[in-house]
Each structure stands twice: as C-alpha cells, then as structure tokens.
C-alpha cells in the first residue's frame, strides 16, 4: 500500500537551517509528483509547490521562494524540504503529499512539526 | 491566485442531521474541487475529487455537487467520527490553494 513517512519533529533557533525527508513505498517514487502543504498551528493549509520526481525540477509558490529547497534522492524514494534560515513565521506542520491527476492529494505524509523558538 | 471562501467557519450538528459546507471560487474553476477531512492531529484525507466523485472508502453519506465557482460538501447523517475539519481546494490552477476550513463537531 502507498505510504509517505516523514521524519520527526524539529526544534530550532532563528537563523538556523532543517532539513525534513518524505521517504514513499508502495508505489514507483518517479512515477508520481511530490508536493509540499505548510500548516500553521491553528491554521488552515498553504499549498508551498511541487518538485518534478522524474526530473528533480522544483516549482515553488511566491511565498516560498526564498529560503525553501526541495530536493530528492531517488535511489532511496525520499523527497526533502530543507529551510534555510528559520524564522517564527516558520513554525508549522509541514506535509509531503503526492499528486494525483487531476491535481488531487489523496496520500499524505503524517507531517512533520518543526518549532522555532528561542 | 484563485481566492477560496469556504463556509460556515464552524458547525455544530446532531448525531443523523444532515449538514452542508460551502466553497466560493474568486473565478470557475471547472470543478476541478476537492474535498478534505482532518482529524485533530492527523493528515488530511481526501474525501471527494472533482466537485462530485467520491474517494475510495470513503462512506456514502460524503457526497459533493457544484460547478463554476460554487461548490458544496454535503454530509447525509452526521455520525461521531465525522467530527474534525473540513477543507475545499482548487487545482484549477497553480498556485492551488485552499479553503480556511470548517470545523464540524457533534451537538
């Protein structure tokens, strides 16, 4: 069965850098888009973009352009999200879900709570 | 981007009652809509896709209808597992976005 496990929670100082890992089974990792949701504690979700598991090209929404890096190590079906230096704005839930036609999100990762706190 | 009005923010039903939730799109989005449920502490589900299809294993008390930029969740008969948040989302176009959310919970 197609499974998303994701890493486990972070704690970490402003400025500092995480790197969080999705590592999928069940299915053929290359055959499906990875995306990428936030979810800030009592909010709604934030679609953050994709990344090509084919070709590792990334698409990032406007928001997260700046310090977000999506990556892959295909030999190993694990999709990454690294942000670099962290802010509160930051702390959050992040999830890895895989895309489905026609732009539906039915396997999700169980999310990764990253804290940034001083 | 495509601006999702979802409603009401909260909802509160009886155990049978038949509730519904609501989606505005800013602009049509050729139902290309997806309804998720969260539980406290858990990942979304994907419930239905497509404004209308149902999600495999998905009980048929979950149904969805809508087209253009007005979209809605329909619940038959609410039961106790149904509690948690309810979120509409586009993939019209990038960047898809979602719904705030409703939270629905048994009177």
């Known amino acids: 069965q197609v499974q998303l496990v994701q890493s486990g929670p972070e704690l970490k100082k402003p400025g500092e850098s995480v790197k969080i890992s999705c590592r999928a089974s069940?299915?053929?990792?290359?055959?499906?888009?990875m995306n990428w949701v936030k979810q800030a504690p009592g909010n709604g979700l934030k679609w953050m973009g994709w990344i090509n598991t084919q070709t590792g090209k990334p698409t990032y929404a406007d928001d997260f352009k700046q310090r977000f890096v999506f990556s892959l190590e295909t030999s190993a079906s694990t999709a990454y999200l690294q942000i670099n230096n962290l802010n509160i704005e930051d702390t959050a839930t992040y999830f890895c879900?895989?895309?489905?036609?026609?732009?539906?999100?039915?396997?999700w990762g169980q999310g990764v709570m990253v804290t940034v706190s001083s | 981007d495509i601006q999702m009005t979802q409603s009401p923010a909260s909802l509160s039903a009886s155990l049978g009652e038949t509730i519904s939730i609501e989606c505005l799109a800013s602009?049509?989005?050729?139902?290309?809509l997806a309804w998720y449920q969260q539980r406290p502490g858990k990942s979304p589900q994907l419930l239905i896709y497509?404004?209308?299809s149902l999600q495999a294993g998905v009980p048929s008390r979950f149904s969805g209808s809508g087209s253009g930029t007005q979209y809605s969740l329909k619940i038959s008969s609410m039961q106790p597992e149904d509690e948690g948040d309810y979120f509409c989302q586009q993939s019209y176009k990038f960047p898809y976005t979602f719904g705030a959310g409703t939270k629905l919970e048994l009177k």
């Open positions: 497509g404004a209308n």
């Open positions: 879900t895989r895309y489905d036609y026609p732009g539906i999100f039915a396997y």
């Open positions: 602009e049509g989005i050729s139902s290309y």
């Open positions: 069940g299915y053929t990792f290359t055959d499906y888009a």
